[in-house]
T-cell receptor, first 111, second 112 residues
Framework: EDQVTQSPEALRLQEGESSSLNCSYT??????LFWYRQDPGKGPEFLFT???AGEEKEKERLKATLTKKESFLHITAPKPEDSATYLC????????????FGTGTRLQVFP | NAGVTQTPKFQVLKTGQSMTLQCAQD?????MSWYRQDPGMGLRLIHY???????DQGEVPNGYNVSRSTTEDFPLRLLSAAPSQTSVYFC???????????FGDGTRLSIL
């Protein structure tokens, strides 16, 4: 059965304090791993797609990496506007018509 | 380009009532899906469609019905509302699951 586990559940950072969010997955044949950002009262907003181990993608202060068992979302020198819930989802070869989402990491960045 | 539009944004129902949550997209996406989001449980797939005329069940389909008569629209029907269906509902669309999904801003549904 495909599974996605995100940690930590919640993270509080001081502005400028870099850290990483983890997404561990178990899937039969990874087709893609997706990172989304969700602000309160809004739908998830797409950030990155990673397709194979070793792949990395960057956008402003965010960098996503992928291994065969997990993905990390690295946040460098975060700002208060980076506060949001970050969701990870996987698309596997067994459940070809479905994405499996993790429960998310709620990030708060304080000035 | 409106993206994915969900209506209504908020709704309060009484137990046993029925209603339809609307979802429309203007990106000509084949794949559409409905999720519910509850605290501590993440996004759970209710129903999905890979194209007009084709629908299938997700993880939590009981109590919900869908149809896909056009590429643009994918309504979700609650047949007889129950308090356990109190949740935030999101509709999403994409060309296929290898591409990022675009989400609407959700419908917040309370059932008394």
């Amino acid at each position: 059965e495909d599974q996605v586990t995100q940690s930590p559940e919640a993270l509080r950072l001081q502005e400028g304090e870099s850290s990483s969010l983890n997404c561990s997955y178990t899937v039969s044949g990874l087709r893609g791993l997706f990172w989304y950002r969700q602000d309160p009262g809004k739908g998830p907003e797409f950030l990155f797609t990673l397709y194979s181990a070793g792949e990395e993608k960057e956008k402003e202060r965010l960098k996503a990496t992928l291994t065969k068992k997990e993905s990390f979302l690295h946040i460098t020198a975060p700002k208060p506007e980076d506060s949001a819930t970050y969701l990870c989802a996987v698309h596997g070869s067994y459940n070809t018509d479905k994405l499996i989402f993790g429960t998310g990491t709620r990030l708060q960045v304080f000035p | 380009n409106a993206g994915v539009t969900q209506t209504p944004k908020f709704q309060v129902l009484k137990t046993g009532q029925s209603m339809t949550l609307q979802c429309a997209q203007d990106m000509n996406h084949e794949y559409m899906s409905w999720y519910r989001q509850d605290p501590g449980m993440g996004l759970r797939l209710i129903h999905y469609s890979v194209g007009a005329g084709i629908t299938d069940q997700g993880e939590v389909p009981n109590g919900y019905n869908v149809s896909r008569s056009t590429t643009e629209d994918f309504p979700l029907r609650l047949l007889s509302a129950a308090p356990s269906q109190t949740s935030v509902y999101f509709c999403a669309s994409s060309y296929d699951l290898n591409q990022p999904q675009h989400f609407g801003d959700g419908t917040r549904l309370s059932i008394l």
